[in-house]
Each structure stands twice: as C-alpha cells, then as structure tokens.
C-alpha cells in the first residue's frame, strides 16, 4: 500500500515510520510513503504558502496554487494503474472510525493532504479533493497527526502485517463492543486477585465472561455503541445478568 | 502545564516537542515534558515488561509491576503541589473532545499512561488511574499517538500559547458548528471565483455569510451536531436559507 502526504512537517512522520507497525511495515516492503512538501512549488522568494483570508479575520491559510501542484506531485509519485483518491483531513471531514480504517486498508493508495494554520483554500477542496475526513472533535494543530493516526489505524489492518496472534485479537473486537478487562502475572498483585474463571481452564466459561465483562463495560460507558449493535438473546441475558450483579 | 508521559517510545514525541505549538510552548517554559520509561522498572536481565493473558487468547499485555513503578516516578517527578490526576487513553475511555482539551488545558498537571500490545493488566488501572481516555472508536498500535494530540489540542488552549489572531479564532469555533470555507489570494483561480461578499467589504455581511455557511455545512454533513445545540431564530432563518438556495 502507498501513502503520499502532502505535508510542510515531513519530518513528523518520524514518529509512525522509525518505530513499530508501521516501520515494520515499510521495512518488509507492505507499504510505502512518500512526502511532498509544498514549500518546495511556493512561486516567491521567501517561499511563501499561505496568505490572509478574504474578508478578513484571525489566521492564514495555505495558499492553492503551492497545495495543488503538491498534490499532483504526489499522485504522479505514487505510480498507480487508478489514480489514487486524494483524502484531505479537516474538522470539517467525516469522523474517521474502525470501518474507515477497515476500507481504508482495502485500497492500493491514498495521498493525504494535512492542512495548516486555519485550513485550505475551499477551491482546492472543489477542485482537488475527494473525500474529506475528521479524527474527531477537537482541534489540533494540522493534519499531520490525525493522518499519522489513520494510516496506524489503516496499516495494523492489511493482510500480513500484524503476526497471526495479535490479528485474531484484531478480529475479536470488531464486534462493536469495548474490550474486556485483561490480567497478567502474578497472580497476586498488590493485594489484588486475578479474577478465578481465568484461571480455571474452562475455555467455554472464559469465554463467556469475556464477553459479559465487554457487555457490560460498554453498557456502562458507551451505551451509544449499545444502540447501534443488536444483541442475541443469549447476550441480553449476559448483560442482565451483569447489571443484576452490580447490586 | 506540566505533562508526565509514561511510555515505552518517548522518542515518538518529538512529533510535537521539535515543531509547532507545542515545541513553541516548551522552549518558552509555559509546557514542560517529562517522560517515564515502564522498562526501566522491569524487574529481570531481559528488562521485560510484557506478559501472556491469564484466560489464554491473542497477544500481550503490559505487567503491572514494572508499569506502576513508572506511574508513581512520573508522579513524583512532576513535584505538584497536588497530586496530578493519572490518565490512562485506551479505546475504552470517555471519547476526547474540545470540551475535553478545554478542561485539560486548565489543570496544572498531567500524567498520560500510553499503553502497548493489548492493553495493560486491569489491577493497574483499579489502582493508579484517576480517568481513562480514549481518542475515537478505531485501533491505533499504542497510546502515543492520541496523546500526542491530547497534548496539542490541551496546548493551543493555554493562555498565551497561541497568538492573539490565532487564538480568536480558536473562539470562533467553539460554537460547536463546523467551520466556514476559506479563501485566500488570488481572486481568481482555475477558473474559480472567490465568493463576492467577502470581497464586499462589508463586514456585518461577511460574518452573517460565513455563520450561513457553517449552519449550512454542519446541517449537511454533521446532523448530531446540531441535535446538540440550540439555533436562534435568526440562525434557523439563515440555515433555512441556506436549504432554499441549494434547491
Ligand atoms: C465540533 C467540531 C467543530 C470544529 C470546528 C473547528 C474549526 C477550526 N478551523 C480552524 C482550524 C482548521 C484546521 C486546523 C488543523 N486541524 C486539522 O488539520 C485536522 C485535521 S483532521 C482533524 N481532526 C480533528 N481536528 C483537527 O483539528 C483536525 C486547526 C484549526
Ligand atoms: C468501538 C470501539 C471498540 C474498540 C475495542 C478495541 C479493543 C482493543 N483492545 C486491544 C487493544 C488495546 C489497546 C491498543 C492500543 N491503543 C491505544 O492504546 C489507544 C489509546 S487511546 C486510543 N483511542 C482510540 N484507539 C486506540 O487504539 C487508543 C490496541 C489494541
């Protein structure tokens, strides 16, 4: 899979690229990513990339004529059959979930243009960008760690890229719910217990406590995720009986 | 602002510690960085601090020794006068957002537990965690990256930390509408136009305008949003306007 980015902060990248999933990834050859700066198409002297909006107010924006010859560089750069959609990450954008990642993972390419200073000019957006995506809502100060974010997100999901153990723990939470509490060794720790069923070696019974412990959990903190996800009638009782228990 | 960061990967911050709002920050004294490293606690030659899951199933899981070790010295480093509150960011946490990063920015001190593999061993959490955060509904590799943006959100809210232009901007926003399009120079471009009114002059017409525009714009793509927030009559005039002239 490739990424282009177009980015004024290429070296921020650092932080997914020189350590775990991601710099593995590009390491064994699955994915690769390439910068464009678009500094390097500012027209003037001083190199200039953004400008104060028309009809006044706080802030700069990025100028359109440097942003949109950095997109075409790097979609030329990538090198693809179909030409690869250009994400620009916004507030404005959809918010970006596990079924993005999920899509996102799907495809051959994706340039990502991370924004500066108050935003873009809107007719690059009409002009050049396809999709518009969010990591949610709060403001950050660029595109550049939403995008970090998503293509963590993004690369954890291709095929071969995370060893089989910890893609079959991928598997499991994608059923809409939080995860269950987990515990290591020892089995005593600070006066605290591992709870008994996991120690017990009843598979059928772990399992099912996994679940009624995830039930639970999302019942009591996200209950918006509740109402999105049908539950079987045997994880209605699961719930109920948690909910019974807490009394 | 003082942030302890208990992590595995500190070198991943210099993300935001070598650039933008956040480097500014630090290099005027108003954020200051601490990290704490979980395997320097690690008890064996091996410097382990991963273990398998009691109960079986995919994957690792961060050990509780090694790692509350590291929680207390990220404490104790920080030299508060009250103890700073423990945030642990997983996917099981309360949803960040600007609410969020407003409150954040007004505390004296952080300390941020990023966890790796699967997650960490639940007694941590019963015992050294204050509040659990997470960044949105989608798996990133570790807790690195949503508390990179925690942080950059967290800081761009302190007073003093964004310029004066900047930060009224920042005001502008928390209306909880998304925003307006921009333009910047020049007036023409690829055969595209900036929209008049902003080249009017006319200011009571540019904000009433743009205020059309971000009721517009929220109503087409983020419906929740304004579940969540009273319209003024003159804002309902203005997003059923908006409606009309898309027909
Ligand atoms: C209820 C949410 C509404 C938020 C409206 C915020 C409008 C802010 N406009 C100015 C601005 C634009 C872009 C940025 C830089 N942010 C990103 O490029 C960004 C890219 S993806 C993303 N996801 C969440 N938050 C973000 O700030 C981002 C910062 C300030
Ligand atoms: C509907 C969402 C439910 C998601 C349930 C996911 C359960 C994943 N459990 C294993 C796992 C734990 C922790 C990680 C590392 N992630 C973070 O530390 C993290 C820290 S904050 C955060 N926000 C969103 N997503 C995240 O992955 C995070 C990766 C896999």
New binding site residues.
Partial sequence: MKFGIVTLFPEMFGAITEHGVTGRAIKNQIVQMQYVNPREFAGDVHRTVDSRPYGGGPGMLMLANPLLQAIDAAKAGLKCSDAPRVVYVSPQGKPFD?AAAQEFSQRQAIVFVCGRYEGIDERVIDIAVDEEWSLGDFVVSGGELPVMAMID?TVRLIPGVLGHKDSA??DS?FQ????CPHYTRPEHFAGRDVPEVLLSGNHALIKRWRLKQALGRTWQR?PD?LERRELSKDERKMLEEFIQELA
Same sequence: chains 1, 2.
Avoid at 176 to 179: A, F, K, P, Q, Y
């Fill in positions: 596990q997100a723990a991928e939470f809409g719910l939080l995860d996200r995720l």
